[in-house]
């Protein structure tokens, strides 16, 4: 196969997989706190739930949006009583944020998810070396740089 098909075939199979993401995104579950979460939502509780005490600026990065849609997201996550704003004790002007009784539900069944379903991905990754991890990674890290400058010129 010709370098250039197999470029061309790199391009379609990840372009193939970022709109089966946002298929994904755009389906609401309930999981198990009777509120349907999209997947920016629950994926906010996920990093909430994993680093109790994050501020919006580092969910933000995290998340690689902006602090605005974080904020939108906290807002309604905090409304259906899943999340909770507190202050910094040391430090009255930055907010913090921690899962209430129901965002933790959500986030354990979220992670009872994950195991289900990454379990064939972890399965493939544990049979490749360091250094085939590595490369995928680093191919991951070029195609987000690669992006980044993309939405940097659009600005």
Do not use: C, W
């Not at 196969?1 to 993401?21: A, P, S, V, W």
Request: proline letters at 1%.
């Amino acid at each position: 196969m010709l370098e250039t098909d197999k470029i061309h075939n790199f391009k379609e199979t990840f372009l193939r997989i970022i709109n089966k993401f946002k298929t994904l995104e755009k389906i609401p579950i309930d999981h198990g706190t009777g509120h349907l979460l999209y997947a920016s939502e629950i994926n906010t509780l996920e990093i909430i739930g994993k680093s109790p005490g994050i501020n919006v600026t580092e969910l933000a990065k995290r998340k690689g949006v902006t602090k605005g849609a974080v904020s939108q997201i906290v807002t309604k996550l905090e409304k259906k009583q899943l999340i909770t704003k507190f202050k910094d004790s040391e430090n009255e002007k930055v907010v913090l944020l921690r899962l209430d009784k129901k965002g933790k539900i959500a986030f354990e069944n979220h992670e009872k998810f994950h195991e289900k379903y990454d379990s064939a991905i972890i399965e493939k990754l544990n049979e490749m070396s360091s250094e085939q991890i590595a490369l995928v990674t680093n191919t991951f890290e070029i195609l987000e740089e690669t992006i980044d400058l993309y939405l940097n010129d659009l600005k």
